[in-house]
């Protein structure tokens, strides 16, 4: 939860804002009150993408879906402008950690725990089944821990029987590690598919292990497609009930029903001795720290809190300590999971059907920036030193493809599907990218820098290259998946290094790049590896390596 920000509106329809929530590639989730002094979550699409016919679809969607699905294991929805821009739904608020957020703080559950909670979300599915929707992104980010049990929250893309699905460039509904094999294959997201993710999310929840290991993502869906899921150390019983609704085969695995007749649960999870104190009940929101005043609200304008937490006696009492509960974040009942999957950058599609690409001839090509948000302005030398690399934890939607012209297509011209998400520095961001035996040379540099009077600020960029297919990272070969990768990327350097000669800067892949996923360094594999289009994707880089966002895209071919 953050405050509110000088550029964030004061109110939405009717709801005084309080904070921010958390943001995605489609807009802002706030914490809101009501005219009648009830918190809600408000989810407002970004008014640059308004045009985009999928998002508003799914956006929509979600909307409808949480209107007709009434249970007491989702929340309810109270408000919501869906005709005109701008867009926005809002929900009830539920204070608490995610099932994601309390086992990363705390580690695995109890087996007693994990078949409560197991049975309270079988129960929750069949509720939602029983409205005709499949939820098809079930994880522990997507699970709230309320103070009476479990809710399931992000329906961005679950869909109702007899709907047509909605993709996103060919990729399956769904996340790595939790979405089911016949789903990575092309099947429809049926009820089986939900059970499956149940399955995957209580691994995690037993073991505090990712159910299908890390990497990316094309190699955690290979896992789930063929490998067995991760139940070392767990309970027997628990571990033969996961194994079993994550069967390969969907019509082997159990119902909602037969999962709570399994869980054999004869007590409330309330009761539990463990559950009470993952930070379910009442977590105080700090909104009296954020702005509360503005254009439209009314004098004198207090904020609802909720009341200070009972502490839960007992052998996991440690779990409700103040470490944990310094770490637990609030969650609005609205992830941002499924918006963070979905294109980002001012117009969506904005660079499909041009070739704006520099090709693999070397021939620089002017690059206006792309839409969305403006560059940093400068700061008078007061830029921050950037993070030594950016880390590989996003899904790239980044595609190069060559030119249909075939001249142009020798010589290694083509085109990106999406527009940056940011906009390049100065006038014209310029680059060239030259393919020359098992190297390739990357240049990158901003026109007419050279004729300021004195250097510009530093603009770290960092250059990702990404093969066509994922790559094994034991043996650099490629799996028969697409790569969703953000790839191997260099250092970020200072895009002004030259700036007083008009020089390119060079990279040259794969010497100069490396892939950095959990810890872990990999050098870049060689072009022979994965012949075919390679994309290229240059990112402005804050200082974390997971701050950074796309200012440019190109590619090249790999005969």
């Not at 809002?90 to 197991?118: K, W």
């Not at 939900?194 to 890390?214: E, K, M, S």
């Not at 075939?406 to 998400?421: F, K, S, Y």
Request: charged share 20%.
């Amino acid at each position: 939860m953050e405050a509110l920000r000088d550029v964030d509106p004061a109110r939405i329809g009717a709801h005084a804002l309080l904070a921010r929530l958390g943001a995605g590639g489609m807009g802002q989730v706030y914490l809101g009150r009501s005219p009648g002094g009830r918190l809600v979550a408000v989810k407002v699409i970004r008014d640059e993408i308004t045009g985009h016919p999928e998002a508003l679809a799914r956006f929509r969607r979600e909307a409808e879906t949480v209107r007709a699905v009434r249970s007491a294991y989702t929340a309810n929805l109270i408000d919501a402008s869906l005709a005109a821009p701008p867009f926005w739904l809002a929900t009830e608020y539920v204070a608490g950690p995610t099932l994601g957020r309390a086992v990363a703080e705390r580690g695995g559950l109890p087996a007693p725990t994990c078949l409560r909670l197991f049975a309270a979300l079988a129960e929750g599915l069949a509720s939602v089944h029983a409205y005709g929707v499949t939820h098809r992104d079930l994880k522990p980010q997507n699970v709230i821990l309320g103070a009476q049990g479990p809710q399931l929250i992000d329906f961005g893309i679950a869909r109702g029987v007899g709907e047509t699905a909605l993709t996103q460039d060919g990729q399956a509904p769904g996340t790595p590690g939790y979405t089911a094999p016949e789903v990575l294959l092309g099947a429809e997201a049926g009820a089986a598919a939900d059970v499956f993710a149940l399955g995957a999310t209580l691994a995690y929840a037993a073991t505090g292990r990712p159910p299908f290991g890390t990497g990316v993502a094309a190699t955690v869906g290979y896992r789930a497609v063929h490998e067995p899921i991760d139940v070392a150390g767990v309970e027997p019983g628990l571990a033969a009930l996961i194994e079993a609704c994550v069967a390969k085969d969907p019509a082997a695995r159990p119902g909602p029903a037969e999962v709570i007749a399994r869980c054999g649960v004869r007590d409330a999870l309330i009761d539990d001795p463990v559950y009470p104190g993952l930070g379910a009940l009442g977590e105080a929101v700090p909104v009296h720290e954020m702005r509360t005043r503005g254009p439209g609200l009314p004098a004198g304008y207090t904020p609802t809190q909720h009341a200070p937490a009972v502490p839960v006696p007992g052998r996991w009492a440690g779990w409700r300590s103040p470490r944990a509960m310094a770490s637990v974040a609030v969650v609005a009942t609205l992830s941002l999971a499924a918006w963070m999957l979905l294109p980002s950058g001012g117009k969506g599609e904005g660079g499909r059907g041009k070739d704006s690409a520099a090709g693999a001839s070397g021939t620089p090509v002017q690059t206006p920036g792309a839409g969305g948000a403006a560059a940093p302005s400068a700061s008078n030398g007061t830029a921050k030193p950037p993070a030594e690399y950016i880390e590989n934890n996003q899904v790239s939607r980044y595609l190069w493809t060559p030119s249909t012209d075939p001249d142009r297509a020798a010589h290694g011209v083509g085109q990106c599907n999406l527009g940056a998400e940011q906009k390049a520095p100065g006038a014209d961001m310029q680059t060239s990218v030259t393919v020359s035996g098992k190297s390739v040379t990357i240049g990158m540099r901003v026109k007419y820098a050279e004729n300021s009077q004195t250097k510009p600020d530093p603009y770290y960029v960092s250059v990702a290259v990404r093969s066509p297919h994922d790559l094994d990272p034991q043996t650099g070969k490629p799996f028969p998946m697409d790569n969703r990768a953000v790839g191997f990327t260099s250092k970020p350097i200072d895009i002004y290094g030259k700036w007083n000669t008009g020089e390119f800067l060079k990279l040259t892949y794969p010497d100069d790049f490396a892939e950095h996923v959990n810890g872990k360094t990999r050098p870049g594999a060689p072009l022979a590896n994965d012949p075919g289009d390679w994309t290229v994707v240059f990112y402005h880089v804050e200082d974390e390596p997971a701050k950074y966002a796309s200012i440019h895209c190109t590619g090249f071919q790999v005969a």
